[in-house]
């Protein structure tokens, strides 16, 4: 596999924007070559809007439309990390968003299948994923809190809003050996980023970190 640095001219405003995100990726402890390349060959302007393009590479959360936020890119990239996606691996992501985490986890597994409860949001990402060409993904507009048990079980499952607690319908849709990741806390307030994985003795917890993510909402909408 290519090394990122491969990617970047050093001369071009762009690369030294990629190339400080990618020390910035660093310093927060992020290491996989794979996650590397997959986040560094990823236009991240591409995901926002245009008004907040020069803004793209910045580790904020910017707003998109339906009164939602792209994921900050280095959350994107650790999620990543932390889920260790393999090349064979099927991946649910609840909460499709502005495509970014998508387009980053397209790049790892063999297929990803994702869900969104607004159709705007589904209709954008189908199409910024399209001019990356990222061809592994299948969407959905659908309640994400049901998951998709007609698609389980998943290698991963990511989901980027918050749940007071997860759902056992969810839990039943990773299949043994599965990680999935999931904020887990209240709508309102700081949550905790946890990994969940699943043996033959069953689901255990390991906290990440602490984030702020929107809660999940039940049923679908075209739009805000």
Same mark, same amino acid.
């Given at each position: 596999?290519?090394? %990122?640095?491969?990617? @970047? ?5 762009? !690369? /030294? ?7 910035? @990726?660093?310093?927060?402890?992020? #290491?996989? /070559? ?5 986040? &560094? *060959? ?9 008004? %907040? ?6 580790? $904020? !959360?910017?707003?998109? /439309?339906?009164? /939602? ?7 994107? =990239?650790? $999620? !990543?990390?932390?889920? +260790? ?10 909460? *499709?968003? &502005?495509? %970014?985490?998508? =387009? ?15 159709? *705007?949001?589904? #209709? ?6 399209? !001019?990356? #060409?990222?061809?592994?993904? *299948?969407?959905?507009?659908? +309640? ?15 989901? #980027?809003? &918050?749940?007071?607690?997860? &759902?056992?319908?969810?839990? +039943? ?52």
């Amino acid at each position: 596999m290519s090394d %990122y640095h491969s990617f @970047l001219d050093p001369n071009d405003e762009h !690369a /030294q924007e990629m190339m400080a995100f990618i020390l910035r @990726l660093r310093s927060h402890g992020l #290491t996989d /070559q794979k996650v590397l390349n997959a986040v &560094s *060959t990823l236009p991240r302007p591409v995901f926002v809007l245009p008004e %907040y393009a020069d803004f793209a590479w910045r580790d $904020i !959360a910017l707003p998109i /439309q339906c009164g /939602q936020t792209i994921t900050p890119p280095v959350l994107a =990239a650790t $999620i !990543a990390e932390r889920l +260790d996606v393999e090349p064979l691996h099927r991946v649910l992501e609840i909460g *499709t968003g &502005s495509g %970014y985490l998508t =387009a980053v986890l397209g790049r790892l597994a063999k297929r990803v299948l994702t869900l969104d409860r607004w159709r *705007t949001l589904v #209709t954008e990402a189908e199409e910024r994923l399209r !001019a990356v #060409t990222i061809l592994n993904v *299948t969407m959905m507009v659908a +309640d994400g809190s049901l998951g998709w048990r007609q698609q389980a079980p998943f290698d991963r499952i990511v989901t #980027t809003a &918050s749940v007071p607690e997860v &759902s056992d319908e969810l839990l +039943d849709q990773l299949a043994l050996g599965g990680r999935m990741i999931a904020p887990i806390g209240p709508p309102k307030g700081e949550q905790r980023l946890t990994l969940i994985t699943r043996d033959a003795d069953g689901f255990h917890h390991m906290p990440l970190m602490e984030i702020r993510a929107a809660g999940m909402l039940p049923g679908v909408a075209d739009r805000l």
